[in-house]
């Protein structure tokens, strides 16, 4: 099973699901060769099975992740397959994978990745008309810098345009310390691997932190 499955998921080493995912549409589908899919305990988490098999990443490390919770819902990914095992349909499977072969090997460099995006972060960049659109990035975005300005004491300068405008060094500094810090513990490459995500589909790595800490919500 782990040898038709090597070449489906995202490549040992790789750090971008986006990417990962978009090689995967080029890719000849396998054909569903399981029945039953059930989640088990498995050392200090929870793994899949496929028919009584055990489900392993693409680095053939074993697929196991924190929580219940998160092991069902990528036992749902596999159930939904139907006669091809399509990886565009199975992104927590995609994120997970990658997290677990590709960002917990590279920790740092991804950290770093993500915060480089601080620096033209979206938010500080604002349109100057028409004043709806103004009235509305003012709406949506102000609160973000807001909080990592009561938070990290992190002033963020904003621009009007797409004019290149240089942040404080000492805001960019407390923007990869929160990175990090998302980093640690037994979920920290899942974190890594999530906000790497939503960093690179919002343009915002204060956005993304500011979700990951609570500090706004999803809607």
């Known amino acids: 099973m782990r040898d038709d499955l090597t070449d489906l998921f995202v490549e040992a080493g790789e750090r971008n699901p986006l990417k990962a995912a978009q090689r995967d549409m ?10 039953e899919v059930a989640v088990a305990p498995a050392g200090d988490g929870f793994g899949l099975t496929l028919d009584g098999k055990t489900v392993h990443t693409p680095a053939r490390s074993r697929l196991i992740v924190p929580t219940r919770k998160l092991a069902e819902a990528l036992a749902e990914e596999w159930r939904a397959q139907g006669e091809f095992i399509d990886p565009a349909t199975m992104p927590k499977t995609q ?49 973000v810098l807001d909080y990592f300005r009561e938070k990290y004491s992190a002033r963020f300068l904003c621009s009007e345009g797409v004019i290149f405008v240089a942040q404080p060094q000492e805001s960019l500094t407390a923007v990869l310390g929160a990175v990090q810090e998302q980093g640690q513990g037994v979920d920290g490459a899942l974190r890594l691997a999530a906000l790497h995500v939503m960093t690179t589909l919002t343009g ?9 800490q609570g500090g706004m919500d999803f809607d």
Do not use: H, M
Request: proline share 6%; net charge positive.
């Open 26 to 35: 080029k890719r000849p589908l396998p054909k569903r060769f399981y029945s």
């Open 95 to 143: 994120l997970v994978n990658t997290a677990l072969d590709g960002v917990s090997r590279e920790k740092e460099a991804v950290a770093a990745e993500i915060a480089k995006f601080a620096g033209s972060d979206l938010v500080c960049y604002r349109a100057g008309q028409p004043e709806s659109l103004v009235a509305e990035q003012n709406a949506a975005w102000s609160p």
């Open 204 to 212: 915002s790595a204060l956005i993304a932190l500011a979700l990951a």
